[in-house]
C-alpha cells in the first residue's frame, strides 16, 4: 500500500511500499527519470507480486497509476476513493507496481493535476483497463497492461447557450460533446410559441456546426421576430453516454435572415502536402446551403485544366463531401464559384471563384508495414500506424490475423491492435458510470521506421498477456 498513515497506525503483517515519482527532482533540478520502490513489512512477509504496462499517449510521461485493492470483482465508485498503491509513468510511459499482495486490482492511469489522488473529471484524463487483475500463487505476475488516456465524464450535459440569429434557425451549444444518434434526432426536440401557441414550429433540418458536435443548428423555417419560444431537448446524450435531463430554454427569434453563409472549415486542408490518392474534401459551413446544380458551382481538373471527374454527397445540410477520382503523383485544382452558392434564403456565399490546391503523392513514396496477430479473443480486429504528428491510418486483419499497411509515408509509426468488440470502427476507451472496461489493446514494442520502397515486417502481435 502507498503510505498515508503515520508510523503508529500502520496495520500488522502488512507489505507497504514507499514510492518516489518519475518527476521527483534533487536540490539541482534534475528529474528521478523513473519510478522507485522501496518495501518494508510490519509482518514476517514482503509480498512479491508485480503489475507491469504502459500508457500510449504523447502526454503519458508523469501520469499518476493507481491500483485499487477490491474486495470483489463487482466495481463502484472506486474514483471516490484515495488508491491503496500509487506509482508514475516513466520518459516512456511505462510503469511497473511491485511487492503486491494477493488480490484483485483495478489499475487506472489519471492525469491528477491537483495531486489530490482523486480523477477529477473533465479537467482531468484518465486510461481504464481492459480488465481487472488478479494477482495469487498461481499468478504473481501480469504483463503487459496497455492502456490509453481519455478524456471521460460523470457530469450530465446541460445547455450552454441557446440563441436564434435570424427568424429560421435556432443555435444550441451544449456543455460537452454529444452522441450524434442521439443529437440530430429531430422527434427529440420540441419548439412552442410563447405568444401564439396556434402558430407551430417545424423542425426541417439539425445539423452541427462544429466538429465536436457542442453546438448544432436547428433549421426552423417561419419562427416569428422577437416572439419568445421555449425549446425542449430529451432522451439526449453526451459522447460519453452519459443521459441529459429534460432540457428547457427559452429564447427569442431572430429578424430576417441578410448574412452571407461562411466557409468555416475545409478538411483536408489544401495545399502542396502530398497525400495518398482516395481521400474526400469535406467543406463545412455555418449554415444549409442550397443543394440544387451544385456539381454546375464547383470544379475540379488537373495544373493542365483537364476536367477531372467527381461525386458529390452531403453529409449534412451544411457539410459538403466531394469524392474525387484522383490518381497518384498528380496536382489538382478545386474551384467554387462563392457568388452561385446561396443559403437557403438567398445569401451568396461569396463574390470571388476560390481555388484550392492538392497534390497526391507517387506511388513510390510510401512504405509497408505488415504483421501477423495470434490468440485474439474476438473477430474483429483494427490495427492502426500512428505517425508522429497523431494521424492515423487504420487497417483490419484478414480472417487468418495477417495484416499490411500499403501506403505509408517514410518516417515514425506506433502500431496497435484492439478488439473493435462493439464494431464501432475505432477505439473504445471504456465508461466511469456505470463502469465499463476499454477495449483490450496492445501495442508494438518498439516504435516503426517506415522507409520509400520498403516493406516492413514486424512479427507477432500476441493478444494473451503473460497472467493468463
Not at 84 to 96: K, M, N, P
Not at 310 to 321: C, G, M, Q, R
Not at 329 to 349: K, R
Amino acid at each position: 500500500m502507498c503510505i498515508r498513515d503515520s508510523p503508529e497506525k500502520l496495520k500488522e503483517n502488512t507489505t507497504y511500499v514507499l514510492t518516489v515519482g518519475a518527476l521527483a527532482v534533487d536540490s539541482h533540478g534534475n528529474k528521478l527519470g523513473r519510478t522507485q520502490s522501496f518495501p518494508f513489512s510490519t509482518g514476517q512477509t514482503i509480498y512479491t507480486g508485480s503489475i507491469a504496462g504502459r500508457v500510449l499517449n504523447a502526454s503519458a510521461r508523469g501520469m499518476d497509476i493507481w491500483a485499487y485493492k477490491l474486495d470483489s470483482p463487482e466495481i463502484g465508485m472506486f474514483w471516490m476513493s484515495i488508491p491503496d498503491y500509487i506509482t508514475q509513468t516513466d520518459s516512456l510511459g511505462e510503469f511497473q507496481f511491485e511487492y503486491l499482495s494477493y488480490g484483485i486490482y483495478l489499475v487506472v492511469a489519471v492525469e491528477d493535476k491537483n495531486n489530490d489522488q482523486f480523477f477529477t473529471p473533465p479537467s482531468e484524463r484518465i486510461a481504464l483497463p481492459d480488465t481487472l487483475i488478479t494477482i495469487d500463487e498461481n499468478a504473481m505476475e501480469y504483463k503487459p497492461l496497455f492502456m490509453i488516456a481519455s478524456e471521460l465524464d460523470t457530469l450530465k450535459p446541460y445547455l450552454s447557450k441557446v440563441e436564434s440569429p435570424d427568424d429560421r434557425k435556432v443555435f444550441i451549444e451544449f456543455s460537452q460533446r454529444m452522441d450524434s444518434s442521439s443529437v440530430f434526432l429531430k422527434s427529440n426536440y420540441k419548439i412552442e410559441n410563447l405568444e401564439d401557441s396556434i402558430l407551430t414550429v417545424s423542425i426541417v433540418d439539425i445539423y452541427p456546426y462544429s466538429d465536436d458536435k457542442k453546438t448544432i443548428v436547428l433549421e426552423c423555417p417561419g419562427l416569428v421576430t422577437g416572439n419568445k419560444y421555449r425549446l425542449t431537448a430529451v432522451n439526449l446524450y453526451s459522447i460519453y453516454e452519459i443521459a441529459a435531463d429534460t432540457l428547457v430554454q427559452i429564447f427569442e427569434a431572430g429578424g430576417a435572415d441578410t448574412t452571407s453563409p461562411e466557409l468555416i472549415k475545409i478538411s483536408p486542408k489544401p495545399g502542396r502536402q502530398a497525400l495518398p490518392a482516395g481521400f474526400d474534401i469535406k467543406f463545412m459551413f455555418s449554415e444549409s446551403c442550397d443543394t440544387n446544380d451544385i456539381t454546375q458551382k464547383v470544379f475540379l481538373s488537373d495544373t493542365l485544366k483537364v476536367p477531372v471527374s467527381f461525386k458529390i454527397d452531403w453529409e449534412y445540410p451544411n457539410l459538403l463531401v466531394v469524392k474525387p477520382d484522383f490518381q497518384s503523383g498528380e496536382a489538382y485544382l478545386f474551384s467554387m464559384d462563392e457568388s452561385s452558392i446561396f443559403d437557403l434564403t438567398g445569401n451568396p456565399l461569396g463574390d470571388s471563384i476560390m481555388i484550392y490546391e492538392y497534390y497526391t503523392a507517387a506511388e513510390d513514396t510510401f512504405g509497408q508495414v505488415g504483421g501477423q496477430l495470434i490468440n485474439y479473443p474476438v473477430d474483429s480486429i483494427i490495427v492502426e500506424a500512428i505517425s508522429e504528428n497523431g494521424e492515423s491510418t487504420i487497417t483490419f486483419s484478414s480472417d487468418n490475423g495477417k495484416f499490411m499497411f500499403n501506403k505509408l509515408f517514410p518516417g515514425t509509426y506506433v502500431v496497435r491492435a484492439f478488439c473493435d468488440t462493439d464494431n464501432n470502427g475505432q477505439f473504445s476507451c471504456g465508461k466511469i458510470k456505470p463502469f465499463r472496461f476499454a477495449e483490450h489493446i496492445i501495442f508494438h514494442v518498439d516504435s516503426v521506421t517506415v522507409r520509400a520502397r520498403w516493406e516492413t515486417d514486424i512479427g507477432v502481435f500476441d493478444f494473451k498477456s503473460s497472467s493468463d
